[in-house]
């Protein structure tokens, strides 16, 4: 098994994933061994002022590979790509060491994008 890690970035409000990208208060920064689906570490941050393209090259710049999203734009996923940054949206309200685990065991349920304007 490879020793890999994944930097997955989850948008927060109030501890939770928050639904509306944009408008998240924090995002919290999880670094995970997909290998094993192990939580290496958990950290949450404040972004800088929401403007468009300062979100991608922020997280980017915080080493994340994947966000995992309630809803977010078109043009904003496009950004995240450039970036080399995977998008997963439609991902419910919750933890985000659940959500996280979730992903990495291939059982996190997705629904639709809630922002697809």
């Not at 408008?23 to 570490?41: D, K, M, R, T, Y």
């Not at 997963?88 to 065991?105: D, F, I, Q, R, W």
């Amino acid at each position: 098994m490879s020793d890999t890690k994944l930097t997955i970035a989850i948008p927060l409000a109030n501890g939770q994933l928050c639904q509306h990208f944009g408008h998240c208060q924090q995002f919290a920064l999880i670094v995970a061994n997909p290998a094993n689906g192990e939580i290496i570490s958990s950290n949450n941050l404040t972004p800088p002022p929401h403007e468009p393209g300062v979100l991608p090259r922020w997280l980017a710049e915080q080493n994340a590979t994947l966000i995992i999203a309630g809803g977010m734009g078109q043009r904003a996923q496009d950004l995240f790509t450039e970036q080399g940054i995977k998008v997963v949206v439609g991902a419910p309200v919750g933890a985000p060491a659940e959500l996280v685990k979730a992903y990495l065991s291939n059982t996190l349920k997705t629904g639709t994008n809630s922002c697809a304007h």
